[in-house]
Protein backbone atom coordinates (compact mmCIF):
# COMPACT_ATOMS: atom_id res chain seq x y z
CA UNK A 1 0.00 0.00 0.00
CA UNK A 2 3.16 2.44 0.67
CA UNK A 3 3.42 2.26 -3.59
CA UNK A 4 0.23 4.38 -3.85
CA UNK A 5 1.67 7.25 -2.13
CA UNK A 6 3.57 9.96 -3.41
CA UNK A 7 2.74 12.19 -6.65
CA UNK A 8 0.22 11.33 -8.80
CA UNK A 9 2.73 9.56 -11.49
CA UNK A 10 4.09 7.78 -9.50
CA UNK A 11 0.66 5.90 -8.15
CA UNK A 12 -0.53 5.98 -11.67
CA UNK A 13 2.71 3.74 -12.54
CA UNK A 14 2.44 1.58 -9.52
CA UNK A 15 -1.15 0.93 -10.87
CA UNK A 16 -0.15 -0.37 -14.26
CA UNK A 17 2.11 -1.70 -12.68
CA UNK A 18 0.08 -3.81 -10.43
CA UNK A 19 -2.34 -4.36 -13.22
CA UNK A 20 0.05 -5.84 -15.37
CA UNK A 21 0.94 -8.09 -12.51
CA UNK A 22 -2.92 -9.49 -11.89
CA UNK A 23 -3.29 -9.51 -15.77
CA UNK A 24 -0.84 -11.03 -18.19
CA UNK A 25 -1.16 -10.20 -21.98
CA UNK A 26 -1.97 -12.88 -24.40
CA UNK A 27 0.54 -13.80 -26.72
CA UNK A 28 -0.47 -13.45 -30.40
CA UNK A 29 0.26 -16.06 -32.72
CA UNK A 30 1.06 -16.07 -36.42
CA UNK A 31 -2.49 -17.50 -36.70
CA UNK A 32 -4.38 -15.15 -34.77
CA UNK A 33 -5.91 -13.60 -36.93
CA UNK A 34 -7.20 -16.30 -39.49
CA UNK A 35 -8.46 -18.17 -36.44
CA UNK A 36 -10.64 -15.01 -35.44
CA UNK A 37 -11.97 -15.01 -38.26
CA UNK A 38 -12.30 -18.14 -38.98
CA UNK A 39 -14.65 -18.42 -35.70
CA UNK A 40 -16.61 -15.02 -36.66
CA UNK A 41 -17.51 -16.96 -39.52
CA UNK A 42 -18.32 -20.28 -38.30
CA UNK A 43 -21.21 -18.00 -36.51
CA UNK A 44 -22.41 -16.46 -39.13
CA UNK A 45 -25.86 -17.70 -39.71
CA UNK A 46 -28.40 -17.50 -42.28
CA UNK A 47 -30.42 -14.80 -40.70
CA UNK A 48 -27.38 -12.39 -40.51
CA UNK A 49 -27.52 -12.83 -44.39
CA UNK A 50 -30.93 -12.12 -44.94
CA UNK A 51 -30.33 -9.21 -42.40
CA UNK A 52 -27.70 -7.48 -44.84
CA UNK A 53 -29.26 -8.00 -47.91
CA UNK A 54 -32.95 -6.56 -46.05
CA UNK A 55 -30.71 -3.87 -45.14
CA UNK A 56 -29.54 -3.04 -48.65
CA UNK A 57 -32.48 -3.34 -49.98
CA UNK A 58 -34.11 -0.97 -47.71
CA UNK A 59 -31.52 1.85 -48.22
CA UNK A 60 -32.04 0.76 -52.37
CA UNK A 61 -35.49 1.76 -51.33
CA UNK A 62 -34.65 5.28 -49.20
CA UNK A 63 -32.15 6.23 -52.26
CA UNK A 64 -35.34 5.52 -55.06
CA UNK A 65 -37.50 7.40 -53.40
CA UNK A 66 -34.99 10.33 -52.59
CA UNK A 67 -34.70 10.36 -56.68
CA UNK A 68 -38.08 10.08 -57.04
CA UNK A 69 -38.78 12.97 -55.01
CA UNK A 70 -36.51 15.12 -56.56
CA UNK A 71 -37.15 14.17 -59.60
CA UNK A 72 -40.56 15.46 -58.84
CA UNK A 73 -39.92 18.45 -57.37
CA UNK A 74 -38.13 19.56 -60.76
CA UNK A 75 -40.05 22.26 -62.60
CA UNK A 76 -42.38 21.12 -64.84
CA UNK A 77 -40.71 23.04 -67.72
CA UNK A 78 -37.98 19.98 -68.22
CA UNK A 79 -40.60 17.36 -68.74
CA UNK A 80 -42.68 16.89 -71.37
CA UNK A 81 -46.32 18.78 -71.41
CA UNK A 82 -49.64 16.69 -72.50
CA UNK A 83 -52.23 19.56 -74.07
CA UNK A 84 -54.97 17.41 -73.34
CA UNK A 85 -56.75 15.29 -70.42
CA UNK A 86 -57.65 11.80 -70.67
CA UNK A 87 -61.43 12.99 -71.42
CA UNK A 88 -60.46 14.92 -74.06
CA UNK A 89 -58.36 12.31 -76.02
CA UNK A 90 -61.63 10.36 -75.48
CA UNK A 91 -63.85 12.60 -77.10
CA UNK A 92 -61.53 13.26 -79.80
CA UNK A 93 -61.15 9.57 -80.80
CA UNK A 94 -63.53 8.69 -83.89
CA UNK A 95 -64.68 5.46 -83.05
CA UNK A 96 -67.04 3.53 -85.66
CA UNK A 97 -70.54 3.06 -84.04
CA UNK A 98 -70.22 -0.56 -85.41
CA UNK A 99 -68.04 -0.84 -82.27
CA UNK A 100 -69.69 0.44 -79.62
CA UNK A 101 -72.82 -1.13 -80.40
CA UNK A 102 -72.41 -4.49 -82.58
CA UNK A 103 -75.67 -5.65 -82.91
CA UNK A 104 -79.01 -3.77 -83.21
CA UNK A 105 -82.54 -5.01 -83.07
CA UNK A 106 -84.90 -3.80 -85.36
CA UNK A 107 -88.63 -4.68 -84.68
CA UNK A 108 -90.89 -4.36 -87.70
CA UNK A 109 -94.44 -2.60 -87.04
CA UNK A 110 -97.04 -3.55 -89.02
CA UNK A 111 -98.64 -6.67 -87.20
Known amino acids: ?4 RGNDEERLDALFRAY ?3 TP ?13 ARIDSRRTFTFSF ?7 ATAAVALSIALGLY ?5 SNRPVLTQTYVDALADASTPQ ?3 NP ?3 ELASGR
Not at 1 to 4: A, D, K, L, T, V
Not at 25 to 37: A, H, K, Q, Y
Not at 51 to 57: G, H, K, P, S, Y
Open 51 to 57: RRMANAF
Open 103 to 105: VSL
Open 72 to 76: MSMPK
Open 25 to 37: GPDPSVNFMPELW
Open 98 to 100: EFI
Open 1 to 4: MNSM
Open 20 to 22: RAA
